[in-house]
């Protein structure tokens, strides 16, 4: 039985449940439940603190995690990441009042409050700055308004938190982040399990970002119109009733179909059409 921690809280847990579900797998009913069995699946869910899951995952105990990049480097875990999720995407940065602080060599001799302690020391190691680092759970943008920190290092997603806190970023961005799933370093790579379990997840984010494109075209267009459709393996082209015409199927980026419906259009196909894809194996 593959056992796989899941994030019970915070960000990460609605969007990780949400596409566990899209990929087949049972989930938890109610939000109290830590651990549930999936028998059709042969899969065990062990829901767990987001910033435990590297531990936990490293430990041997547990084969899989769905955990935030971030958190896995702060952990300093010995776990690694195999597949990028793109939910839960931010960027990990400095950020002050404005006016005090412009730039990393600013820093020397300040108080950096953090929830990422791991992340930050080592930034600013790698980066030859003294400065002290204070640990705060979390709400991390009030700390310099109270005086605990002049800087802080935090998640910043829209900027929202920073700018109802009077802040503003300093420097480039630490590191950007988005839920991955993790093993332990080193692990069995060929496990059939852990393999047919990623190949599910990669499914549902193509599904997600793909739609199928159907449309008919004259056969003078057609190397025209695969170019612009063409497909991830290659069309597929069938022939129509109507002589001299093909009907042709590929998936499509769901970003760029509404610019490949007019571009199709233009060069003269019709009867264009775009569904949604439920789920796939490539
Ligand atoms: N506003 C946000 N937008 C996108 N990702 C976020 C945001 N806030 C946190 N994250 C991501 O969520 C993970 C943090 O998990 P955590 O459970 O601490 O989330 P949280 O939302 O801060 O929860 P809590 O506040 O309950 O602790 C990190 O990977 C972080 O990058
Ligand atoms: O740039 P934004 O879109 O505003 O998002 C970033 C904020 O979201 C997270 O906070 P959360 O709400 O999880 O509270 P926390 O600080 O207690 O973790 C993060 O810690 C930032 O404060
Ligand atoms: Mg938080």
Redesign the pocket.
Known sequence: MLRIAVPNK??LSGPAAEMLHEAGYQQRRESKELRIVDPTNEVEFFYLRPRDIAIYVASGQLDIGLTGRDLLIDSGAEAEEILALGFAR?TFRYAGKPGTISGLADLAGKTVAT?YEGIVAAHLADNGIDASVVHL?????TAIQLGVAQVIA?????????RNAGLEVVGEPIMQSEAVVIRRTGADGDDPKVQQFLRRLQGVLVARTYVMMDYDCRVEQLEKAVALTPGLESPTVSPLHNEGWVAVRAMVPAKEAQRIMDDLYDIGARAILTTAIHACRL
């Open positions: 915070g960000s931010s929830s759970d979390g709400a991390v943008e935090d998640v910043v997603e829209t900027g929202t938190s920073l």
